[in-house]
Nanobody, 122 residues
Framework: QLQLVESGGGLVQPGGSLTLSCAAS???????IGWFRQAPGKEREDISC????????YYADSLKGRFTISRNNAENTVYLRMNVLKPEDTAVYYCAARRNYYCGHSFTYDYWGQGTQVTVSS
């Protein structure tokens, strides 16, 4: 059993930056980790994912260049750096773990965090 806890969300002005953290309760070495978000009234959206050793990374096309995913396996933590934030980035952000080297569709993830709210507003 793996427990995931997101942190780092909050209120930020347009153009600002935030770094989200996803901390795993145990070793996440065998898990690909993904970030997802869901805005009110919208479907969950895949944002990014990183393979177990960090050598394969996926980003949603609309977010490339603004978001950066990374992981520190020694600390069992995955990060999502978000730059040049826009009001449309407002959502609850979730991380999830998949016991596989590769990333995959959201329905293949085994463990989910509780989410952290990101609000982009002036």
């Amino acid at each position: 059993q793996l427990q995931l806890v997101e942190s780092g969300g909050g209120l930020v002005q347009p153009g600002g930056s935030l770094t989200l953290s996803c901390a795993a309760s145990g070793s996440a070495l065998d898990y690909a980790i993904g970030w997802f978000r869901q805005a009110p009234g919208k479907e969950r959206e895949d944002i990014s994912c990183i393979s177990t050793n960090g050598d394969r990374i996926y980003y949603a096309d609309s977010l490339k260049g603004r978001f950066t995913i990374s992981r520190n396996n020694a600390e069992n933590t995955v990060y999502l750096r978000m730059n040049v934030l826009k009001p449309e980035d407002t959502a609850v952000y979730y991380c999830a773990a998949r016991r596989n080297y590769y990333c995959g569709h959201s329905f293949t993830y085994d463990y989910w965090g509780q989410g952290t709210q990101v609000t982009v507003s002036s």
